[in-house]
């Protein structure tokens, strides 16, 4: 396999490739081409990363290309490799783990092409470093939702499937998704160099982050360790917004491991992750997180739980612990406001008030007793709003104690009364989407596309990226889950 992956025949894509993450050297990566996979074929492709990567039109229907995605080309010019991170998983230090099946391209035009799914690295472990067809339209079709929906995300640029077969809990077949974004560096490669005390190193790569992503925490002058106590209380800030995103659309990550979170503060590692059918914080959308740590309602804080061991790996660079902490510690007013916010606005108003805030935490408790469907509710309030008249029933139908619903659509009513009905009802059509990608959905794209018809992945894809708009010939695809949605089972390797 090493020598027929050293001889892999490299394509002029006539795109500048840049050194990026390359050039921190070799403690951070091994060298590693991809392995090829048999006979591939076009699965899905996003043209609109293809013309932010800068690719010229017509290279989803190139051979070239198609070969080059699939790993049995690489790219002339760049140098694939595989990174290596640690981290804690489900609370506890794993240790080593890395790009197991995970093969960094190169970067170009600013942003960071992976093949995912490309074959065995010296970080595999005990896996086969591949991906089957259906983790991969998932991940594909979710990067590409979140992106429309306006949630910091890697974005997915194709995927090229195989009939290469993949043993997981039943046998399946392979495909590998190209994903993109402008780093791919986790809180696990952070943790890494500090648990192995290789303190230059944790230098290199927090200067290297600071340098390329986050250059403003330069500026702030003081002491030895000020640029590092900067780039953690950044890193702070862009996850608490994202976990406001997060919680606001009720999407639910499945393994929030240190290694999973990145350092842009991006949405990465789509694997059991699920837009919310009925609301519930208690719901746990991993089949292989038994204990519920990564359950819906606990995402905020995990993420607080995984910046301290940011924090932990930083320190060495810091210095002083209270510095760190005091980072940190903005944790605890940004995410609030942050989610307040985006409640606030997906209710129809501008700001957050005490009434807003009031308002929205006795709609989550009732959604939870109902355990009503999300998507749904906020999209008929949304419609709702615009007369608030209590003889509409469209909303309080969705819930089963209709004397409490009653009671909180009468004081919204009131509320939103307070400015104009029309113009907030608009704005909620343009923040509470018609369509999410729900396990089922996804299911059904998936199913289609094991039976070689990729047009229904297309499709969803087309609606996913415009979700607010109406779609009226989609309307099934905005309903209720269906019955056997319940029993879609997803764990943490696919
Ligand atoms: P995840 O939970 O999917 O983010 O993966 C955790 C770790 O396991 C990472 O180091 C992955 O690269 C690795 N991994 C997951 N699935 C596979 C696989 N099929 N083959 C090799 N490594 C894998
Ligand atoms: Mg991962």
């Given at each position: 396999m090493t020598f027929l992956n050293s001889v892999l025949q490299s394509v002029e894509t006539g795109l500048v490739w840049d050194p990026g993450f390359s050039q921190l050297g070799e403690d951070f990566f091994v060298n590693q081409p991809p392995s090829p996979l048999p006979a591939p074929y076009w699965v899905g492709h996003s043209p609109?990363?293809?013309?932010?990567?800068?690719?010229?039109?017509?290279?989803?229907?190139?051979?070239?290309?198609?070969?080059?995605?699939?790993?049995?080309?690489?790219?002339?010019?760049?140098?694939?490799?595989?990174?290596?991170?640690?981290?804690?998983?489900?609370?506890?230090?794993?240790?080593?783990?890395?790009?197991?099946?995970?093969?960094?391209?190169?970067?170009?035009?600013?942003?960071?092409?992976?093949l995912k799914g490309a074959g065995l690295t010296p970080f595999s472990r005990m896996g086969d470093g591949r991906a089957v067809l259906r983790s991969s339209i998932r991940e594909f079709l979710a990067s590409e939702a979140m992106h429309a929906l306006g949630i910091p995300t890697s974005r997915a640029l194709a995927i090229a499937g195989s009939d290469l077969p993949v043993r997981r809990e039943d046998v399946e077949t392979a495909a590998v998704v190209t994903r993109v974004a402008p780093s791919f560096v986790r809180f696990g490669h952070f943790e890494h160099f500090c648990h192995h005390d290789q303190h230059p190193q944790l230098r290199q790569l927090a200067d290297y982050v600071i340098d390329r992503y986050y250059p403003e925490c330069r500026l702030d002058a003081g002491f030895d360790g000020a640029p590092y106590v900067a780039l953690l209380a950044a890193v702070t800030q862009r996850t608490a917004h994202l976990m406001a995103q997060w919680q606001a659309v009720g999407f639910c990550h499945g393994v929030m491991n240190t290694d999973n979170m990145s350092i842009l503060g991006l949405t990465v590692d789509y694997g059991p992750f699920q837009f919310m059918d009925a609301y519930d914080p208690a719901h746990v959308c991993n089949h292989s997180d038994t204990q519920g740590r990564y359950a819906f309602g606990r995402q905020p804080q995990v993420a607080y739980w995984n910046l301290y061991c940011l924090g932990q790996a930083l320190l060495p660079l810091i210095g002083e612990q209270d510095r760190a902490i005091e980072a940190l510690e903005t944790y605890k007013s940004i995410y609030p406001k942050a989610f307040a916010q985006r409640m606030a606005a997906k209710l129809g108003f501008g700001d957050a008030t005490e009434h807003?805030?009031?308002?929205?935490?006795?709609?989550?408790?009732?959604?939870?007793?109902?355990?009503?469907?999300?998507?749904?509710?906020?999209?008929?309030?949304?419609?709702?709003?615009?007369?608030?008249?209590?003889?509409?029933?469209?909303?309080?139908?969705?819930?089963?104690?209709?004397?409490?619903?009653?009671?909180?659509?009468?004081?919204?009513?009131?509320?939103?009364?307070?400015?104009?009905?029309?113009?907030?009802?608009?704005?909620?059509?343009?923040?509470?989407?018609?369509?999410?990608?729900?396990?089922?959905?996804?299911?059904?794209?998936?199913?289609?596309?094991?039976?070689?018809?990729?047009?229904?992945?297309?499709?969803?894809?087309?609606?996913?990226?415009?979700?607010?708009?109406?779609?009226?010939?989609?309307?099934?695809?905005?309903?209720?889950?269906?019955?056997?949605?319940?029993?879609?089972?997803?764990?943490?390797?696919?």
């Open positions: 609109l990363v293809g013309l932010g990567l800068g690719l010229k039109p017509g290279w989803e229907t190139s051979d070239d290309w198609l070969h080059l995605l699939a790993g049995n080309r690489t790219v002339q010019g760049s140098q694939p490799l595989a990174s290596v991170y640690s981290g804690h998983q489900f609370g506890q230090w794993a240790g080593q783990l890395g790009d197991g099946r995970a093969i960094w391209l190169g970067e170009t035009s600013g942003q960071e092409v992976q807003t805030q009031a308002l929205a935490s006795d709609l989550l408790k009732l959604l939870a007793q109902d355990r009503v469907d999300y998507t749904i509710f906020w999209r008929r309030l949304s419609r709702w709003a615009r007369a608030a008249d209590l003889r509409d029933r469209s909303v309080a139908d969705l819930f089963l104690d209709r004397a409490a619903v009653d009671a909180w659509l009468l004081s919204y009513s009131e509320l939103v009364a307070q400015q104009d009905q029309g113009l907030a009802s608009d704005l909620m059509l343009k923040i509470n989407p018609k369509f999410v990608l729900r396990n089922h959905l996804g299911e059904i794209a998936i199913s289609a596309a094991k039976a070689k018809d990729f047009s229904v992945l297309a499709q969803l894809q087309k609606v996913l990226a415009t979700p607010y708009d109406e779609h009226p010939e989609f309307e099934s695809w905005a309903n209720f889950p269906p019955d056997w949605a319940t029993s879609i089972s997803i764990s943490c390797s696919s």
